[in-house]
Nanobody, 124 residues
Framework: QVQLVESGGGLVQAGGSRRLSCAASGRTFRTYAMGWFRQAPGKEREFVAASSRSGGSAAYADSVKGRFTISRGNNRNTVYLQMNSLKPEDTAVYYC?????????????????WGQGTQVTVSS
């Protein structure tokens, strides 16, 4: 099975930047479609960004478009989320997700593997 571990969360002031990382282990002989989701207190988990299995394309939620950038490591078994121009409303637990089933993740139901999450808190 696949294990995902996120890192890079923490406290950042509004307007600042932060980079999250997610590393896959276990079944790493091939690449996965990978993505990022987040869940704020009292809210449902929502899609943030995704990178295709090939690493050649990316998709973003409207709320983060133009501010966040998703990228894959050279081995394509890692994924990063560069977060710029952070806002207090970006405060959430950020989760890394992956799947072998499809080429690109677009919804929660398509994710087979999840990390435990990393907290990002943006202060005013």
């Amino acid at each position: 099975q696949v294990q995902l571990v996120e890192s890079g969360g923490g406290l950042v002031q509004a307007g600042g930047s932060r980079r999250l990382s997610c590393a896959a282990s276990g079944r790493t002989f091939r690449t996965y479609a990978m993505g990022w989701f987040r869940q704020a207190p009292g809210k449902e988990r929502e899609f943030v960004a995704a990178s295709s299995r090939s690493g050649g394309s990316a998709a973003y939620a409207d709320s983060v478009k133009g501010r966040f950038t998703i990228s894959r490591g050279n081995n394509r078994n890692t994924v990063y989320l560069q977060m710029n121009s952070l806002k207090p409303e970006d405060t959430a637990v950020y989760y890394c997700a992956a799947t072998f089933r499809i080429a690109v993740i677009t919804a929660l139901s398509e994710c087979d593997y999840w990390g435990q999450g990393t907290q990002v808190t943006v202060s005013s």
